[in-house]
Nanobody, 123 residues
Framework: VQLQASGGGLVQAGGSLRLSCASS????????MGWFRQAPGKEREFVSS????????DYADFVKGRFTISRDNAKNTVYLQMNSLKPEDTAVYYC?????????????????WGQGTLVTVSS
């Protein structure tokens, strides 16, 4: 499985971005997909994850109500819609995939990682 994240950029506080993560795997629908982020000098942290159904989604508390994760299994793509962005959301955002079969926030549970896309939110 190869993952390619895109959609990052520079945005003002209060703005929006949509990240995309395209997978090369033929069994994309079998994977739990996750988004993580890493700010300079900080550890990688969980943002959101999604199983194949929209009823199984998890968000970190700091993005609830602002970010929305979704996936299109026909396009082998997972998205992260980010609204009401704050300067503290500035980080490199990574998508990840795991065949674990359940939602998980633990980075080591994910077997495959994209290269990351930089999101910069100016104040």
């Amino acid at each position: 499985v190869q993952l390619q994240a895109s959609g990052g950029g520079l945005v003002q506080a209060g703005g929006s971005l949509r990240l995309s993560c395209a997978s090369s795997g033929r069994t994309f629908s079998n994977y739990v997909m996750g988004w993580f982020r890493q700010a300079p000098g900080k550890e990688r942290e969980f943002v959101s994850s999604i199983l194949s159904t929209i009823y199984t989604i998890d968000y970190a508390d700091f993005v609830k109500g602002r970010f929305t994760i979704s996936r299109d299994n026909a396009k082998n793509t997972v998205y992260l819609q980010m609204n009401s962005l704050k300067p503290e959301d500035t980080a490199v955002y990574y998508c990840a995939a795991t065949p674990l079969g359940r939602i998980t926030r633990v980075p080591s549970h994910y077997d495959y990682w994209g290269q990351g896309t930089l999101v910069t939110v100016s104040s």
